[in-house]
């Protein structure tokens, strides 16, 4: 089993930055691609990015290209979400996930792990 924790959400305002970060215990991640997802108020949870295990490949959603970036480090059992120029429409529950495959991976059917989710508030 592996757990997963996000953290380093909050507020902020449009224009800003965030670093999200989701620490996995339990086992390791480094064989595990991982993904970012979030859900807006009223509406389903999206893909946002991922990235393979060894973090040579990494795929962003075109509404967050540019501005978002998915890193890991296997080291640490952690992965990253560093988010710049954020807009109010990034507003949004943002979960981590694990899936048992190398590659990077784009549907949520296809994780097995998530966390709880952190929250991020983007006022204007």
């Known amino acids: 089993q592996v757990q997963l924790v996000e953290s380093g959400g909050g507020s902020v305002q449009a224009g800003g930055s965030l670093r999200l970060s989701c620490a996995a215990s339990?086992?390791?991640?480094?064989?595990?691609?991982m993904g970012w997802f979030r859900q807006a108020p009223g509406k389903e949870r999206e893909f946002v990015a991922t990235?393979?295990?060894?973090?040579?490949?990494?795929y962003n959603t075109d509404s967050v290209k540019g501005r978002f970036a998915i890193s890991r480090d296997n080291a640490k059992n952690t992965v990253y979400l560093q988010m710049n120029s954020l807009q109010p429409e990034d507003t949004a529950v943002y979960y981590c996930?694990?899936?048992?495959?190398?590659?990077?991976?784009?549907?949520?059917?296809?994780?097995?792990?998530w966390g709880q989710g952190t929250q991020v508030t983007v006022s204007s």
């Open positions: 996930a694990a899936a048992r495959r190398g590659g990077v991976v784009f549907r949520e059917v296809d994780y097995d792990y």
């Open positions: 339990g086992r390791t991640i480094s064989s595990y691609a």
């Open positions: 990235i393979s295990w060894k973090g040579s490949t990494t």
